[in-house]
């Protein structure tokens, strides 16, 4: 059963426009989530995180929002930049880490 | 940098061979790191966490004669597929984190194995 979910594989977006990611979850008593980064052949990078108890935490380029009644999560990249382009985890924390099944960045330039 | 180090990155060998993979704390010390395992367009599932200096905790329907998992320092867990046959190829990860709460696991670059 998939608490995590990214329900787009893929997105494409133009290099300088911003790029949001997805991620929907189940379980009402996650606390803790988090995005990673993943480039072939490697593990993931963390990115950032959010406390349950923000709706909002922002780091450079990177802005996560937490929508705790809708269970949403959301990763905003401004701007979108080449480099960017890799597949984004979003994991949230309940017992254990639940790892969504990921979505491919492609920053076109 | 990494701060998590796994080892080795890719491994082939022949039906019924056991392989034994690495997983390193470099920045700091773990008393609990976790094996995932990967499948194809398939998110990480957690196969067991590792206990350091107690016996590992295994998720339903892992096997954990075949999985044997060792953390032996507050450094080091070893995750060893015994006997490995071409349906555990596959791409296995380790992550530990140091601890605190609301603190982000950080994870290893993975192991691709191949059972031939």
């Known amino acids: 059963d998939q608490q995590v979910k990214q329900n787009s594989p893929s997105l494409s977006v133009q290099e300088g426009r911003i790029s949001i990611l997805n991620c929907d979850y189940t379980?009402?008593?996650?606390?803790?989530f988090l995005w990673y980064k993943k480039y072939p052949a490697e593990g993931p990078t963390f990115l950032i995180s959010?406390?349950?108890?923000?709706d909002k935490n922002e780091d450079g380029r990177f802005t996560v929002f937490l929508n705790k009644s809708a269970k949403h999560l959301s990763l905003h990249i401004v701007p979108s930049q080449p480099g960017d382009s890799a597949v984004y985890f979003c994991?949230?924390?309940?017992?254990?880490?639940?790892f969504g099944t990921g979505t491919s960045l492609t920053v076109i330039p | 940098g990494a701060v998590v180090s796994q080892h080795p990155s890719w491994v082939i060998c022949k039906s019924g061979t056991s392989v034994k993979i690495e997983c390193r704390s470099l920045?700091?010390?773990?008393?609990?790191m976790f094996w995932y395992r990967q499948f194809p367009k398939q998110s990480l599932m957690l196969m067991a966490t590792?206990?350091?200096?107690?016996?590992?905790?295994?998720e339903q329907g892992v096997e954990k004669d075949k999985f044997l998992i060792n953390h032996a320092s507050l450094t080091l867990s070893t995750l060893t597929v015994t006997s490995a046959h071409p349906e555990d190829s596959s791409f296995y990860i380790c992550?530990?984190?140091?601890?605190?709460?609301?603190?982000?696991?950080?994870f290893g670059d993975g192991t691709r194995l191949s059972i031939l």
């Open positions: 992550s530990a984190g140091p601890g605190a709460s609301n603190q982000p696991q950080h």
């Open positions: 959010i406390s349950s108890i923000k």
């Open positions: 920045d700091f010390q773990a008393t609990t």
């Open positions: 379980n009402s008593m996650f606390d803790y």
């Open positions: 994991a949230a924390r309940g017992n254990q880490f639940y």
């Open positions: 590792s206990n350091e200096g107690s016996k590992a905790t295994y």
